[in-house]
Antibody
Framework: QVQLQESGPGLVKPSETLSLTCTVS????????WSWIRQPPGKALEWIGY???????KYNPSLKSRVTISVDTSKNQFSLNLSSVTAADTAVYYC???????????????WGKGTTVTVSS | EIVLTQSPGTLSLSPGERATLSCRAS???????LAWYQQKPGQAPRLLIY???SRATGIPDRFSGSGSGTDFTLTISRLEPEDFAVYCC?????????FGQGTKVEIK
């Protein structure tokens, strides 16, 4: 079955760019939407944004000015870049596959285990 | 933005008991676009329910979801040892997608 694995630095300095990659195995990245979600310590999950395999994207307005999600179909991977990070961006970051419900809305049916990113100098 | 409020924050129950978890939305969810997830430390969140009441593939029938509009419920009919975890709801009909803060089901 499809599995997702997040990878990237566990420590990022303030004002720098956080970069993570999600590798999709056991299935193709084609024909699906793919999301990034994060969970700061002790807080609720927060949807960051999603991307279709063609490259079209939609972002959470609260993060839109700092977020870029991109895809590499040849590697079956998609990536997250979050610029100008602060301590508030410290969180567990998850990637997930979006599956369509009726009416063209999507829920997250497969998730990675998450990777912890700490923003600190 | 649609705010989801879950209650209670913590539910202390024994194996074999029934668990009833609530998720209330700040505005009506069209077509009941609500999902429930199970979270355990170090594991990937697991989809349990989508569309408010449809069980995801492989989910035991002791898990059931109900509700519409602004009030939704996840019921675990008889708690198994592996069910003690955090459960969160998510709406995916509004933008941005949002999550509740979670309900922890702990062993009494």
């Amino acid at each position: 079955q499809v599995q997702l694995q997040e990878s990237g630095p566990g420590l990022v300095k303030p004002s720098e760019t956080l970069s993570l990659t999600c590798t999709v195995s056991g299935g193709s990245i084609v024909n699906y939407y793919w999301s990034w979600i994060r969970q700061p310590p002790g807080k609720a999950l927060e949807w960051i944004g999603y991307m279709y395999y063609t490259g079209s994207t939609k972002y959470n307005p609260s993060l839109k000015s700092r977020v870029t999600i991109s895809v590499d179909t040849s590697k079956n991977q998609f990536s997250l870049n979050l610029s100008s990070v602060t301590a508030a961006d410290t969180a567990v970051y998850y990637c997930a596959r979006e599956n369509p419900d009726i009416g063209g809305y999507y829920y997250m049916d497969v998730w990675g285990k998450g990777t912890t990113v700490t923003v600190s100098s | 933005e649609i705010v989801l409020t879950q209650s209670p924050g913590t539910l202390s129950l024994s194996p074999g008991e029934r668990a009833t978890l609530s998720c209330r939305a700040s505005q009506s969810l069209s077509n009941s676009y609500l999902a429930w997830y199970q979270q355990k430390p170090g594991q990937a969140p697991r989809l349990l329910i989508y569309g408010a009441s449809s069980r995801a593939t492989g989910i035991p029938d002791r898990f059931s979801g109900s509700g519409s509009g602004t009030d939704f419920t996840l019921t675990i009919s008889r708690l198994e040892p592996e069910d003690f975890a955090v459960y969160c709801c998510q709406q995916y009909g509004g933008s941005p997608k949002t999550f509740g803060q979670g309900t922890k089901v702990e062993i009494k």
